[in-house]
């Protein structure tokens, strides 16, 4: 793990779909990532008491699916670490890896709810972070206090595969051809997809 970039990409995964590979892979090529880490979530306390949560062991079966031949590992760290908030990740990852470079990684949608996350100056504090633009979420992004706070940090894209220079905090949107498969429209389609995922031995 010595020297290696990579970029942590939060969520829920319920279920993984191409659309979280496209961006992955988009995002490893603009920040020049040796690999991309799917965090999936035992549980995120934005989303607590989702009546449609699939359980982890199926969301980490869809996201190792989905992640196959790529530059992607899919993982349920959080799970072993028993961390609950990001913040609690990320420094447990700093301290587990202290020669790997992260990123943290999120979409415009999260951004536009950041101010919301558990001691977000202090995760901005910690890690660069790159939102990959939403044109539906934009807008909204903007409104959010955080953006505000986070502005004056901001990075142009032509620098993104640089970020492991920059002092934090700092922030970089990246910008490419979104894939608009979403998991909301994945369970409409199969409520019950969970119940014929094959579900592999629990590891990290």
Do not use: C
């Amino acid at each position: 793990m010595n020297g290696r970039r990579i970029g942590l990409f939060g969520g829920s995964f319920n279920p993984a779909h191409r659309g979280h590979r496209h961006v992955s892979l988009n995002a490893i090529r603009a920040l020049a990532l040796d690999e991309m880490w799917w965090l999936v979530s035992p549980g995120n306390p934005l989303k607590a008491g989702a009546a449609d949560m699939a359980p982890l062991a199926a969301r980490l079966a869809s996201a190792r699916a989905m992640a196959r031949r790529a530059p992607i590992r899919a993982t349920a760290i959080e799970a072993r670490l028993g961390t609950r908030y990001t913040i609690d990740t990320i420094v447990r990852l700093q301290r587990l890896y202290p020669r790997t470079r992260f990123i943290w990684l999120m979409g415009a949608d999260n951004l536009a709810q950041f101010h919301r996350w558990r001691n977000w100056r202090g995760i901005a504090r910690a890690i660069p972070i790159a939102v990959i633009a939403r044109p539906r979420y934009d807008r909204r992004a903007l409104a959010d206090p955080a953006t505000a706070w986070l502005r004056r940090f901001e990075r142009r894209q032509a620098t993104a595969k640089t970020w492991t220079t920059w002092s934090l905090p700092a922030i970089v949107r990246v910008r490419f051809h979104p894939d608009p498969t979403s998991a909301t429209a994945v369970r409409a389609a199969d409520p019950h997809w969970h119940s014929h995922m094959p579900v592999p031995r629990p590891r990290s």
